[in-house]
């Protein structure tokens, strides 16, 4: 991933996005504010000026990948009203999508932050929320168990990750008909009690 020097992103998001790459490449342990000033060519004051130091700087990463997702969540909810188990599958197919046109979020969103408390930690897992109450409001329609719906989330989410990493590894082709097996995959999941 490539900072831009455009105008028309603030330095903000700059820093944002330069803290995921840098994320990406020494991971959170050896996260340096002074590496991502310079990615973006400020000063290593800069950084101060809009987040509360490395952990604020992650938090704002967190939320700025929640928003991107949220964005397009919203479409496929919105389109499918009503329909639990096809906005479902909608939503678990999109997610894969957006996990593979951005697989710098991924070291993300698979990092586990010993310093974040438990609101901050929190916030990180909100980009599953959406599949989970989906899965929890379509198990609860169909009247299956709280176990069903553990396993289901389980299975769901390996599945989502799963093609993910196999498409960005180059094991899957990224293309309709792989992602109609993803579909049939996930559609099965719920043929199943």
């Known amino acids: 991933m490539k900072i831009t020097d455009g105008s028309n992103i603030s330095v903000k998001e700059k820093l944002i996005l330069a803290g995921i790459e840098e994320i990406e490449q020494n991971g959170v342990q050896y996260f340096s504010l002074r590496r991502v000033a310079g990615k973006c060519k400020v000063s290593c004051a800069a950084p101060y000026k809009h987040f509360d130091g490395k952990l604020g700087l992650v938090i704002a990463i967190i939320e700025y990948i929640n928003e991107q997702w949220y964005k397009r969540q919203e479409v496929v909810v919105a389109k ?38 438990v609101s901050q930690a929190h916030m990180k897992s909100e980009l599953s929320c959406c599949t ?48 109609e097996f993803i579909s049939k995959a996930i559609e099965r999941e719920f043929d199943l009690d």
């Open 80 to 117: 499918f009203q009503g329909d639990y188990r096809r906005q479902l599958t909608e939503i678990s197919l999109e997610y894969i999508r957006f996990l593979v046109e951005n697989p710098h979020f991924r070291s993300i969103i698979m990092l586990n932050f010993g310093k974040m408390d």
């Open 132 to 179: 989970q109450n989906l899965i929890r409001k379509y198990c609860e329609q169909v009247n299956l168990s709280r176990d069903k719906e553990i396993m289901k989330t389980f299975v769901v989410r390996s599945l989502i990750y799963g093609a993910a990493i196999m498409i960005d590894n180059g094991e899957l082709e990224n293309n309709g008909k792989n992602f």
